[in-house]
């Protein structure tokens, strides 16, 4: 998944997104972004994983909540 098409999924469900990176992976076939999410509603994240879930270009993914 392209970044921006990462952003809008991320911006629908509420949540900004800062202090992104990239890595490759699998001798360059895995493309892994990393990321800081932040909302002011943290009911959202169950939402945002179903979504990530259900999107076959996601194969993978970790939502740690902090209290910044």
Known sequence: ???EAL???IA???FSMANV???LDDEGRVRRLSMVLRTTD???AANLAESLDANEAILEYRI???SN
């Open 64 to 66: 740690s909540p902090t």
């Open 7 to 9: 952003r809008s999924l």
């Open 1 to 3: 998944m392209r970044e």
């Open 21 to 23: 990176s990239y890595r």
């Open 12 to 14: 629908h469900h509420g």
């Open 42 to 44: 943290k009911n959202r």
